[in-house]
């Protein structure tokens, strides 16, 4: 456990390590490392989708995530947006649903959706409704990283950009600091927040089962903007989520997969993925089918995929002491960071987190070899082979 003071070095400043770096400088001496540049690897690139409420976790995750999301509301540059989502329903699978759906959602047939968003929806003609849900909300993912920057530099933070960390350091089993490209850093604890690269960076110490995870993500222009009320939301057969834009434009990412070679990769955005948002997704909504494309996005490298969907974030008992690993964020680690900078300090400082951190285990797996087949947000049957 962690005393007053001590030095905690964090690898990686995406939004996990300044989360994380943000939760601890209060009562700690933090360093940030990171070889490139703040959030400027997958970070930058999200969606800014804050849906916890529709996944399968714990409420308690969603609802702390939520109170934190709001209570950074107007600091720094940062700006939180709660919208509803609705999860459309096939007409196919809408008398699996009643008022009340599982997960929290309330059923909506396609005529009451229609009338609770007048303006927002162009042909729902495939679907029998939708599931509703609240406490979501998006957000723009590098001004909320900046501003966790900035409130982990205000609590006495130091972050370095383009530090490469070498190596970990340990002595009889126990972390003494890092090796960087400029030499030693001492420290009482080290996190690493690497993304997909914590595997191979911490193969030394502990074998964690992660895989390479690409997103992604188109935004288009609609002839008019969207009404200020029109929902983010998601199709499960054709994979895709959208949420509209602080700029009146609209989102559309998806069609996410694992990756064997991220560095190899060409990074664009597929043109069958283009098509089908152009072709499908656009003319559910509004004006959307005659917008113009604005922008396309993919992750740089590579977001992280675990086995069963869910993070690591664990001190593991099989590596040295001092030694905490988050990675494996599975496309949700922008809406899981207040989560995952909270249960890092609960597990550093030993204080009681305000939720469970059992799910987050590593020792949960047997298994640990990265050959596992891709979990899939959107329900079994829908899972992607490695292209
Ligand atoms: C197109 C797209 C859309 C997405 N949409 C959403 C969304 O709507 N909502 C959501 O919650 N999530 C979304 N995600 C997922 C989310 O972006 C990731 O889960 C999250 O950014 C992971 O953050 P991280 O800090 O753990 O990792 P990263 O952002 O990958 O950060 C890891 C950092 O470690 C650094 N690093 C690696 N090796 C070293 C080393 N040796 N020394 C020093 N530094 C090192 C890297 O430079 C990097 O900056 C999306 C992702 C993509 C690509």
Known sequence: MSTTNDRIVVVGAGVS???????LAPD?????LDKGGIAADTSSRASGMISLSLEPF????????????????????????ERET????????ADLYTDQAPGGGNFFTRSELEGRYPDSFSDLSAYGGGLVYDGTGSLDALDYAMTLKWAAERAGAEVFRDHEVT?????????????????RIDADHVVYATGWKTRELLAEYVEIPVRPLRWNAVVIEPDEPLPTDCPMGSEPTLRVYWRPTDRGNVLVGGNEHLLSDPEGTPMGVEPSFRERVVEDVA???SGVAS?????????PTADCASPDGRP??????????????VTGLHGRGVMLSPVTGRAVRSLITGETPPFPLVQFRLDRFDDRSAEFDYRSHWGPGEDSSVP
């Open 86 to 93: 609705v999860r459309l329903v096939p007409a196919a699978n």
């Open 17 to 23: 390590g300044l989360a994380i770096a943000r939760e």
């Open 312 to 325: 690591v974030i664990d001190t593991p008992e099989e590596g040295p002491d001092g030694l905490t690993v």
């Open 28 to 32: 700690h001496d933090v360093i940030v």
């Open 291 to 299: 917008g113009e494309v604005r922008r396309e996005d993919c992750c």
């Open 167 to 183: 190596d970990l350091r340990v002595e009889d089993g126990t972390v003494t600091g890092v090796e960087t490209e400029y030499g």
């Open 283 to 285: 003319p559910l909504l």
């Open 58 to 81: 714990p409420d308690e995750w969603a609802s702390f995530a939520l109170s934190q999301f709001r209570d950074l509301d107007g600091q720094g540059i940062f700006s939180f947006t």
